[in-house]
């Protein structure tokens, strides 16, 4: 089955500094990719997909994310956070396999 | 109102108690899942549903059982309830086939603490 890894646990950032959350997937074939966001009592809402095509993709709050396929990532950036982009975001990895499987997310803090 | 709602949103029980969580979807959605959300783990499928009385084991089943009698409810039970799955509990749906294609629109959640 694929897995998700996201490397950091919890991110600070300044507002209007750039962020960047890092997603590492590993899936024999073609990976689905998805960021989600979920803020605090909150269920989980998208803010990205990748299927195929181009590997710059843009979401909905100002985010994107590129895929590499050399190095298995799908990094999410932003380049200007707003307080209200606190909250936490996973990245998920789909594919043909009737599976999806989630990372353990990061959570992000903004400090004013 | 449209959209995805989960009851109760909060519910305390007891070691050995049977508790159903409820989830409702108004879009006619043909898939639906069940999720746990733990520190450290992130989301991690319980059961999934491709249509009405269809439903399949995900990655964590164990001590769950799911039905499915409408397209637009997926009740969870937990039969006899353990500490270890307290947890926080999202219900999401998806109206394209494919588990592992497509959005997923998810529920609130709710916050189960068995003690």
């Known amino acids: 089955a694929q897995s998700v890894t996201q490397p950091d646990i919890h991110i600070t950032v300044s507002e209007g500094a750039s962020l960047e959350l890092r997603c590492n997937y590993s899936?024999?074939?073609?990976?689905?990719l998805f960021w989600y966001v979920q803020s605090p009592g909150q269920g989980l809402q998208l803010l990205l997909k990748?299927?195929?095509?181009?590997?710059l993709v843009q979401g909905i709050k100002g985010f994107e994310a590129e895929f590499k396929r050399s190095q298995s990532s799908f990094n999410l950036r932003k380049p200007s956070v707003h307080w209200s982009d606190a909250a936490e975001y996973f990245c998920a990895v789909g594919g043909g396999n009737n599976d999806m499987r989630f990372g353990a997310g990061t959570r992000l803090t903004v400090k004013p | 109102d449209a959209g995805i709602t989960q009851s109760p949103r909060y519910k305390i029980t007891e070691t050995g108690r049977q508790v159903t969580l409820m989830c409702h979807q108004t879009w006619s959605h043909s898939y639906m899942f069940w999720y746990r959300q733990d520190l450290g783990h992130g989301l991690r499928l319980i059961y999934y549903?491709?249509?009405?009385?269809?439903?399949d084991k995900g990655e964590v089943p164990d001590g769950y059982v799911v039905s499915r009698s409408k397209t637009e409810n997926f009740p969870l039970t937990l039969e006899s309830a353990t500490r270890s799955q307290t947890s926080v509990y999202f219900c999401?749906?998806?109206?394209?086939?494919?588990?592992?294609?497509?959005?997923?629109?998810f529920g609130p959640g709710t916050r189960l603490t068995v003690l």
């Open positions: 990748y299927f195929s095509g181009d590997t």
């Open positions: 549903s491709a249509a009405a009385d269809i439903t």
């Open positions: 999401a749906s998806t109206s394209v086939a494919g588990v592992g294609y497509n959005e997923q629109f």
């Open positions: 899936y024999g074939a073609t990976p689905y």
